[in-house]
Each structure stands twice: as structure tokens, then as C-alpha cells.
């Protein structure tokens, strides 16, 4: 990838409105975020490592100029991004301290 490549990804600050998790998955987790100027439905294979609860009011980073993607007949409106730990569990990435949701991360 080059540099022009990886500056197509908008990647962004989203706070965590909600968060459920969704029937017929124990991974997927369904999220409402807001970028600040709009808010969001995420799809996310965070369900595992995560608890809907705890998810509410935290700031992750998101990819917000994917396409959107449907899923077990929901769409997903962005892809947040995480790490996986020693044992393959999802870890989110997260500002350092609180920023405003929205805000372009490079």
C-alpha cells in the first residue's frame, strides 16, 4: 500500500451511543456511534471480549468511508478497528484521552 493509498481511509473518532448484541450471533455486536455531525449503525465481531454495557460512552476509531455492508440482515455503516491480544480476542484501539467525536485521526 502506498501512502496515497492509506490516506483514502478517513479514519475518525466515534463515541459509543448504544450498543446490543444481535440475535443468532455470539460475536457480533451492534453499535450506535456518533462522528459528531452524524451518528452511525456499526456491526462489530467484538461480542466475545466485550459486554454490550461497557461499550456505552466509549471512544473508539472508526474507518467511516467504507461502503456499507449488510449482515445477518443489517447494515454496517463503518468497521472499527482493534487489535487481537495473546488469545485472539478482540482489543479496541482508543484515544489516549477524550477527544470530540468526529475528529480525523492521522
Known sequence: MTIDEFKKMELRVARVISAERIEGSD???KLRVS???EE???L?????A?????????EII???????????G????GMLLAARDENGLPVL????????PGTEVG
Open 74 to 77: 443489517l447494515e454496517s455503516q
Open 62 to 72: 472508526v474507518v467511516a468511508n467504507l461502503e456499507p455492508r449488510m449482515m445477518l
Open 40 to 42: 452511525r449503525q456499526i
Open 93 to 100: 484501539l482508543r484515544p489516549e484521552k477524550e477527544v470530540s
Open 50 to 58: 466485550h459486554e454490550p454495557e461497557t461499550l456505552i460512552g466509549a
Open 35 to 37: 462522528l459528531g455531525v
Open 44 to 48: 462489530a465481531g467484538i461480542g466475545k
Open 27 to 29: 460475536k457480533l455486536l
